[in-house]
C-alpha cells in the first residue's frame, strides 16, 4: 500500500473560512498553511532560509512534518517563525517516537508553538485488524496524556485506513470507534480518501465537529497529486462545507512536489487566496 514513505501522499488543506466584504454568499480563506514535509529536501538543508521563502510566499501557517525537524534546534525555529510571523498550529510526530518518548514529544511541540499533535501515518504491522487493535488503545492513551499537558490529537489517513477492511470493517471506521471524539480528532487528508474512492463530502459531513484539519492537494485526471488548481478536484464545492464542519487549519501538502519545489507551493497559495466559495 502506498504511504508517505514511499513519497506517494496527497493532502488537502485550508484556512478558516472569513465572508469577503460585500458578499454575504461568497466565503474566502483565512491564514494559509503548508505541511512541510511537501519541501522537506530544502528544509532539511537550510530551515531558516525555507521558512523565510515560504513566508514570502504568503504562508502565515506551517505544520511540521519530516525534513528532520524533530533533530534540530526547536528554539531557534521558534525564533524564526515569531521573526517571520509563522505559527506552527500543529506538528507530525510519529507513533514510535510517541510511545517511545511522550514527554520529549510534548516539549517539541510546545517549543514550536503547537497546540496539535498530529498522528500521520500507520506503518505496516498496524494496517492489520490485530495490528490496528494493538495500537488503537494507545490512541487514546496519546490523546489524554496530550490533553493534560495542553495539547490536542489528531489522525492524518491515507488511503490504506479506508481500503483495507478486514471482516467487512474499514481501519478508519475501526480506528473511529475505537477511540473518543472528544480526543481524538481527525486531520482528513482529502486526496487520499478521495484516491481510496471515499466521498469527501459526505465524508466531511459524517464527521463534522471533529475534524481538526484539512491536508490540500489536487489530483490530476490520471489520479496523480499536483498542486492546487493544476488537478480536477471541486475545492470550492469541498470548502463550502466548512460552514458545517468548522475546520480551522488548512495546509497545502504535495508529497511529489517537483523540484526546485517553491514554484508548486506557490501555485498551491496563490489559486486557494484567490478561491471564493
Not at 478508519?172 to 484516491?195: C, F, G, N
Amino acid at each position: 500500500m502506498i504511504d508517505r514513505r514511499s513519497l506517494m501522499g496527497a493532502g488537502l488543506g485550508l484556512g478558516a473560512a472569513a465572508l469577503v466584504p460585500g458578499s454575504a454568499q461568497a466565503a474566502q480563506l483565512g491564514a494559509i498553511g503548508l505541511q512541510l514535509y511537501t519541501i522537506r529536501e530544502l528544509f532539511s538543508a537550510d530551515p531558516v532560509k525555507t521558512l523565510e521563502a515560504v513566508a514570502k510566499i504568503g504562508y502565515r501557517e506551517i505544520e511540521y512534518g519530516g525534513g528532520g525537524y524533530d533533530a534540530m534546534d526547536h528554539a531557534m525555529l521558534r525564533r524564526t517563525q515569531d521573526r517571520l510571523g509563522l505559527k506552527a498550529p500543529s506538528v507530525h510526530i510519529g507513533y514510535d517516537a510517541l510511545l517511545g518518548d511522550f514527554d520529549k514529544c510534548v516539549t517539541m511541540a510546545k517549543t514550536l508553538g503547537a497546540d496539535t499533535v498530529v498522528l500521520p501515518y500507520m506503518t505496516d504491522e498496524h494496517r492489520t485488524e490485530a495490528g490496528l487493535n494493538a495500537a488503537l488503545p494507545n490512541f487514546n492513551r496519546f490523546a489524554e496524556g496530550l490533553k493534560k499537558a495542553g495539547l490536542a490529537f489528531a489522525y492524518h489517513n491515507h488511503d490504506f485506513e479506508f481500503t483495507k477492511k478486514p471482516g467487512g470493517v474499514s481501519l478508519y471506521e475501526r480506528m473511529l470507534k475505537a477511540t473518543d471524539p472528544a480526543l481524538v480528532k481527525l486531520e482528513i487528508d482529502l486526496y487520499w480518501a478521495i484516491h481510496a474512492g471515499e466521498d469527501a463530502a459526505a465524508l466531511i459531513r459524517r464527521h463534522a465537529g471533529r475534524i481538526y484539519a484539512y491536508h490540500v492537494k489536487d489530483a490530476r485526471a490520471d489520479g496523480r497529486m499536483t498542486a492546487v488548481g493544476a488537478g480536477r478536484i471541486d475545492f470550492a464545492a469541498l470548502f463550502k462545507l466548512n460552514r458545517l464542519a468548522g475546520v480551522k487549519h488548512f495546509y497545502v501538502e504535495n508529497d511529489q512536489a517537483p523540484a526546485p519545489y517553491l514554484p508548486d507551493i506557490t501555485t498551491s497559495y496563490r489559486t486557494l487566496r484567490a478561491l471564493r466559495f
